[in-house]
């Protein structure tokens, strides 16, 4: 196996622009979690089977294609960049995404009480269509760490995740905060728009503003008032995003093979959050707000005990 080095290293403004895009992807997985009770309520108590399969298969081909694609940008411009540049690059893109996420709900909360759910995901798909013709026509091309044909390269990700048992403990504390992240999302949409609230899209969009993380106390004090919902918004944004960092940096030291690293960490990751935003509204129907706050801590608790957990070979 030869080692494969990129020709040349690309300016900051190409690693911004790929931070933008890295943004603007992720924010499509997060524009639907304001906007549930809205796209119930249009659809009817009585939508056709059709009509809701279809809405289903669409945003499973979302999060898939926009997973894809959140997957593959980190470890792109990881490659990219100089190796004295690489660590203000995954900061870059990092920042990005995060960006992303804050601000996708308050947008999609925006536009949606102005024109409606529709608009905002018309304009969704205009804006990453645009931003597909731009990187096409400005990305470099990255020669992978290793010259292995793709397939080599998915079982050289496995092997991977069997060697290292500290790449395998972090990616299942990325999963398991980004799980309690994903249950709040997708069950506060449903409370705050129930009695005394009874909020619209964009009051629901405009809390995403402060933040996001893991005091579920607060969180669980603000399904009556808001004030805590705040407050524990900002701890929730500020330990989940802060131990993704920490997440990221210990994997990238494991091994040269970053890419693959990223593609483990992230794999997993993103299952986590799938499965919060599953599990949350689950919660939600069958025990109310108190059981998908339990749900939240019970994946942080996870999260947590991995964290104290010592572990004796990388």
């Known amino acids: 196996m030869t080692t494969v080095r990129p020709s040349r290293a690309v300016s900051r403004k190409t690693i911004r622009l790929l931070a933008a895009a890295y943004g603007l992807t992720i924010a499509n997985l997060y524009h639907c979690q304001p ?93 990453t269509l645009l931003l597909a013709v ?18 080599a390269q998915l079982c050289a990700s496995v092997r991977l995740a069997g060697t290292h048992r500290l790449l395998r403990r972090r990616s299942f504390i990325g999963a398991c905060s980004f799980a309690a992240f994903g249950v709040f999302w997708s069950a506060v949409a449903l409370r705050r728009t129930e009695p005394p609230h009874e909020y619209g899209p964009a009051q629901i969009g405009l809390l995403a503003l402060v933040g996001a993380a893991a005091s579920f106390a607060a969180v669980w004090a603000g399904g009556h008032h808001v004030a805590w919902l705040l407050i524990g918004l900002l701890a929730m944004d500020t330990a989940i995003n802060a131990t993704h960092l920490l997440n990221m940096s210990v994997v990238y030291g494991i091994d040269d093979a970053r890419a693959r690293l990223a593609s483990v960490y992230m794999t997993v990751y993103t299952l986590g959050g799938v499965t919060g935003a599953a599990a949350g509204p689950s919660a939600y129907a069958v025990g109310g707000w108190s059981a998908a706050c339990l749900l939240g801590a019970a994946f942080l608790a996870i999260a947590l005990v991995l964290t104290f957990t010592r572990t004796e070979n990388p």
């Open 35 to 127: 906007l549930l009770t809205e796209m119930s309520r249009s659809l009817g108590p009585h939508a056709a089977a059709r009509t809701a399969g279809l809405l289903l298969a669409a945003g499973a081909l979302i999060g898939l294609t926009a997973a894809a694609v959140v997957n593959t940008l980190i470890p792109y411009a990881a490659a990219l960049a100089a190796p004295d540049e690489r660590g203000r690059a995954i900061g870059t893109m990092l920042t990005g995404g995060l960006t992303g996420i804050l601000l996708s709900r308050t947008v999609a909360g925006l536009v949606a009480q102005v024109a409606g759910w529709r608009a905002l995901f018309a304009a969704a798909a205009v804006v």
């Open 134 to 151: 731009v990187l096409t026509r400005v990305m470099p091309p990255a020669p992978p760490d290793l010259a292995l044909p793709y397939r």
